[in-house]
């Protein structure tokens, strides 16, 4: 999620920014939806999830402004470094030389070419990543708390990833595709094969996959234009082939579900899960700079928005409907895998049991590295450099061993993602992108005046809208963990 989407300078068409920015937001949070939408009842859920949706789409602007600032700040910097050079070379120069070069040297080449005439300050032509406009807006202090912010959500990430593969092989594995398990909820200490329980086939699984995808840590790793291709491919026939399905059952009228209206003990979970689900700020700049036509990001935002609303409510209220609340899955393929009344044909079955394992083996590599460099920027001084044993030893093994541990100590995908979601995911999708566009409205006013406009301002652009999305997140954060201080002192 937090990888490139494109390599610096490929450009792409509004239309391929909507889709990219689709698969980029819908992964592995949209498969845990279900259940949680079934724990906090259907009402709760439509209300909750439309309101996340559109505190999500107010940060997304955040971020584009806060980006177009930051290109507004690099270049009128470079100018002024570029005057200075220029003020300092008039002696060796003629008045005719000097003409002739100073309006290719006072603006950015890539600007110049882009645009062929008059460069606007806010244009998005470098791609600035949040942790670089954190370090441009925030002090040192502010610069860090995001870098450690990042970094555990990235942990989270990866052990979310780490649990959901081995959970997948071990449920095709364990050979629960008999067409009578569709109605059995199993329990980990039942055996798998032989005198293998589930949790060992679990771990066995866990291990593979650590041993197979963790080397990639120590080397960088990069996802191709076509693997990305092949990936969204899969994940558009999964999503598809499971709308459909229970679509089908509930129109036969053989639907289980008979979800509550309203749970409010299952909210901090919806909540955490929810805005796991609506994650795009942190990989904004690497899908945004990109577009060749940015005059309409504005609407490709709202436009993606609204379809991917639908898409989780049509996702989840044909899954609370079709099956039984108590047997929905942490990760909602595997009701697809168990139940021949949903679908009977076997390949079909294996397909959508090992379709998070093809799709999320392919990102932890990326996501890996992505925490692995986040954690060199974090403790980097300028002009210093690391030792080989650090930057290509330790680095990678604090970026891999946390998450492991985690995912072998629990596999409750639920409460991994809600936690993720809740805490750090908080963070970067509401704290981080409001304060970004306060201080980055501030930098720029000794700058550029109040005269220069951002024609990527956020529609909310008045300073009350910052403090309602800084507000909400602190209210968020102490509601759950209040819940979560409660649920413990009942047990």
């Known amino acids: ?51 996340l949706a559109f505190m999500s789409y107010m940060t997304t602007t955040f971020v584009i402004e806060a ?11 470079r100018r002024e470094q570029e005057e200075v050079q220029d003020s300092d070379s008039t002696s060796d120069y003629s008045d005719d030389d000097v003409r002739g070069r100073s309006e290719p040297e006072t603006r950015p080449i890539l600007s110049v070419q882009r645009t062929g005439g008059h460069v606007d300050h806010f244009d998005i032509v470098e791609r600035v990543e949040m942790g670089q406009m954190a370090s441009m807006f925030f002090n040192k202090v502010g610069a860090n708390m995001f870098y450690i912010c990042m970094v555990v959500y990235l942990y989270g990430d990866l052990a979310i990833y780490a649990a959901a593969v081995p959970i997948s092989l071990m449920e095709v594995a364990c050979g629960n595709h008999s067409c009578s398990a569709g109605s059995v909820k199993y329990d980990d200490t039942d055996l798998c094969w032989g005198p293998v329980t589930r949790k060992d086939a679990y771990k066995v699984f866990l291990s593979i996959f650590t041993v197979m995808l963790g080397p990639f840590v120590f080397f960088d790793a990069q996802k191709t234009k076509y693997l990305q291709i092949l990936t969204s491919l899969m994940r558009w026939i999964a999503f598809t082939m499971m709308i459909i399905l229970a679509l089908i059952r509930i129109g036969k009228g053989r639907g289980e579900g008979h979800p509550r209206m309203a749970q409010i003990s299952g909210v901090p979970n919806l909540f955490g899960v929810c805005v796991y689900s609506f994650m795009c700020q942190h990989s904004l700049p690497s899908l945004v700079t990109p577009i060749s036509d940015k005059r309409r990001v504005g609407t490709l935002v709202v436009c ?40 009977d044909i076997p390949a079909l079955r294996y397909f959508l049991g090992l379709f998070p394992v093809f799709t999320i083996s392919t990102n932890f590599p990326i996501i890996a590295v992505t925490l692995r460099n986040n954690w060199k920027t974090l403790f980097h001084r300028d002009g210093g450099t690391y030792p080989w044993v650090v930057d290509r030893i330790v680095f990678p093994l604090i970026t891999l ?21 809740a805490y750090a995911g908080t963070g970067i999708q509401y704290v981080i992108p409001a304060l970004l566009v306060y201080y980055g409205r501030r930098h720029l006013v000794p700058m550029l005046g109040t005269d220069e406009v951002n024609k990527h301002q956020s529609p909310f ?18 509601f759950v963990t209040a819940n979560i201080i409660l649920e413990d002192t009942k047990k």
């Open 1 to 51: 999620m937090a990888g490139g989407i494109t390599e610096t300078g490929e450009l792409y068409s509004p239309y391929v920014g909507l889709v990219y920015m689709f698969n980029l937001i819908v992964g592995t949070g949209a498969l845990t939806m279900p259940k949680a939408f079934a724990q906090a009842g259907w009402a709760v859920s439509l209300a909750l999830i439309s309101f």
């Open 67 to 77: 980006m177009a600032a930051a290109n507004a700040q690099l270049r009128w910097k």
């Open 461 to 478: 652009r008045h300073t009350f809208w910052v403090w309602f999305v800084v507000v909400w997140a602190t209210f968020c954060l102490m």
């Open 304 to 343: 993606d928005y609204v379809l991917i609303l639908g898409f989780y409510g049509l996702l989840s209220f044909t899954a609370i409907f079709c099956f039984d609340s108590s047997l929905l899955h942490d990760m909602y393929t595997l009701n697809f895998t168990d139940n021949c009344d949903v679908l």
């Open 401 to 421: 061993v946390p998450p492991i541990i985690v995912a072998f100590c629990t596999h409750n995908l639920e409460s991994l993602v809600g936690i993720t979601g």
